[in-house]
């Protein structure tokens, strides 16, 4: 069984467009992540999501939104697409004040842009 | 702002040999840490967590130490093989109880030569 999944785990797509990358986790957890991993493979947090409450790294920019439609999701849609958003985009899942608090990453989302 | 710097960047070692990766964190006040290793084009696989009240953790060849006053971590593998060749990430938790994600190093690049 996936504890947590994505979708599509490749993206190609133009300057400009609109797209989304899905995540569901199956392991009842409260908190979910999106992380960036850039062409240099350092991985970055970009939002954290926990009972509607949305942390955002200040170094995102607004083109970026996570949408939770029910507690198992967290997706991420990207407005007008840039050369610099291509990177690998990993979802995560985590339990508040479970003893270990462990991060659960999905296989990540490889998006290109052209 | 935490900040977690992983020494060396690359290395490259005979198989069998024993070695250490090192982690550093710039703020002491975490929740956890975890290490993570990933493979080429992969996502990532938790290796070991270390809760901040805890010294180490072991698994298999693996033993991960922390030192949590003086901001340090290490990853032992021991008799190592080919198959221990990848990234292996270091990544820490702030004990702020909300939804914050992981602060992760830059990664070292470790290669075992056959």
């Known amino acids: 069984d996936t504890a947590v999944s994505q979708t599509p785990k490749y993206l190609v797509t133009q300057m400009g467009n609109d797209k989304s990358i899905k995540c569901e986790q199956n392991l009842g957890h409260d908190t979910m992540y999106w992380y960036k991993q850039d062409s240099k493979k350092f991985l970055k947090i970009m939002f954290s999501?926990?009972?509607?409450?949305?942390?955002i790294n200040e170094t995102v920019p607004n083109r970026f939104s996570p949408k939770s439609p029910d507690k198992a999701h967290l997706n991420l849609h990207i407005n007008s697409l840039e050369l610099g958003d291509s990177a690998v985009y990993f979802c995560?899942?985590?339990?508040?004040?479970?003893?270990?608090?462990?991060?659960?990453f999905g296989p990540g989302t490889r998006l290109t842009v052209t | 702002k935490q900040e977690v710097t992983q020494i060396p960047a690359a290395l490259s070692v005979p198989e069998g040999e024993n070695l250490v990766l090192n982690c550093s964190f710039t703020d002491s006040a975490i929740y956890n840490l975890q290490w993570f290793r990933q493979d080429p084009g992969k996502g990532l696989t938790s290796l070991l967590l270390?809760?901040?009240?805890?010294r180490e953790q072991t698994s298999g060849r693996l033993n991960a130490s922390l030192d949590k006053s003086s901001g340090r971590s290490t990853l032992y593998i021991a008799a190592s093989q080919p198959g221990d060749s990848a990234t292996y990430l270091c990544?820490?938790?702030?004990?702020?109880?909300?939804?914050?994600?992981?602060?992760f190093g830059k990664g070292t690049h470790l290669i075992i030569q056959p």
């Open positions: 990544a820490v938790r702030g004990s702020g109880g909300g939804a914050d994600g992981l602060t």
């Open positions: 995560a899942s985590s339990q508040p004040g479970a003893p270990s608090y462990e991060q659960y």
């Open positions: 999501y926990n009972n509607k409450e949305l942390i």
């Open positions: 270390i809760q901040s009240s805890q």
